[in-house]
């Protein structure tokens, strides 16, 4: 099938440290979501791009829509440990059904005060 | 965004037996999901629960393992059947608002560990 290749896997950082994760396929997408999962809970959304090219930010957060329509990129300015988690990247396919959202395999975040 | 709540948030069952997981929304969503996140892993769709009608399941996924009820457009269940040890994962509800919106969002979740 389809697939997402995330990295980096985990990053061990300091707080105050910029963060930068990314996820690329050979496939090309519609959509890009960028997700965190805390521990014991389910994925919260972050950032949702629609546009190849488009650069979205979240606070200190800021994803981008790669213009090949086939790589995201999300970074993290100014770490803080709550930032700790997990983080998923998502896309649906060009052409893909409705449903199917593919995720990553996830970058773990861990954040030393 | 919506509300999803997912019951029960955890539970721990026997082999051989079969747990129904339930996801209530606080508004009307177009389409909702099941999920299953394997230990320390991504995740995977289970099916697409249709509202009215049998759920689409995704290839490894069967109604007869993983049935999926839907009467509304804000509740569905989804069942784990004769459950095995190799069923140990997080279950999760997702909902889509509208049609043609991408954006899921996701109930907490619900970790199951058969023993």
């Known amino acids: 099938g389809q697939q997402l290749n995330q990295s980096p896997q985990s990053m061990f950082i300091q707080e105050g440290e910029d963060v930068s994760m990314n996820c690329t396929s050979s496939?090309?997408?519609?959509?890009w979501l960028w997700y965190k999962q805390d521990p014991g809970e389910g994925p919260v959304l972050l950032i949702a791009l629609y546009k190849a090219g488009e650069l979205t930010s979240n606070g200190r957060l800021t994803a981008q829509f790669g213009i090949t329509r086939k790589d995201s990129f999300l970074n993290i300015s100014a770490s803080i440990p709550s930032d700790v988690g997990i983080y998923f990247c998502?896309?649906?396919?060009?052409?893909?059904?409705?449903?199917?959202?593919?995720f990553g395999k996830g970058t773990k975040l861990s954040v030393k005060p | 965004s919506a509300v999803i709540s997912q019951k029960p948030s955890r539970d721990i069952c026997q082999r051989g037996t079969s747990l129904t997981i339930q996801c209530q929304v606080d508004?009307?969503?177009?389409?909702m999901f099941w999920y299953r996140q394997q230990p320390g892993q991504s995740l995977t769709l289970i099916a697409t629960?249709?509202?009215?009608?049998?759920?689409?399941?995704e290839s490894g996924f069967v109604i007869d393992k993983f049935p999926i009820s839907r009467p509304n457009l804000t509740f569905s269940t989804l069942t784990v059947s004769n459950m095995s040890p190799e069923d140990s994962s997080i279950y999760l509800c997702?909902?889509?608002?509208?049609?043609?919106?991408?954006?899921?969002?996701f109930g907490q979740g619900t970790r199951l560990t058969v023993v």
């Open positions: 998502a896309g649906q396919l060009r052409g893909g059904s409705q449903g199917n959202l593919i």
């Open positions: 629960a249709n509202q009215g009608s049998e759920a689409t399941y």
């Open positions: 508004s009307q969503v177009t389409m």
């Open positions: 997702s909902v889509r608002l509208r049609v043609g919106n991408t954006e899921a969002f």
């Open positions: 496939s090309i997408f519609n959509t």
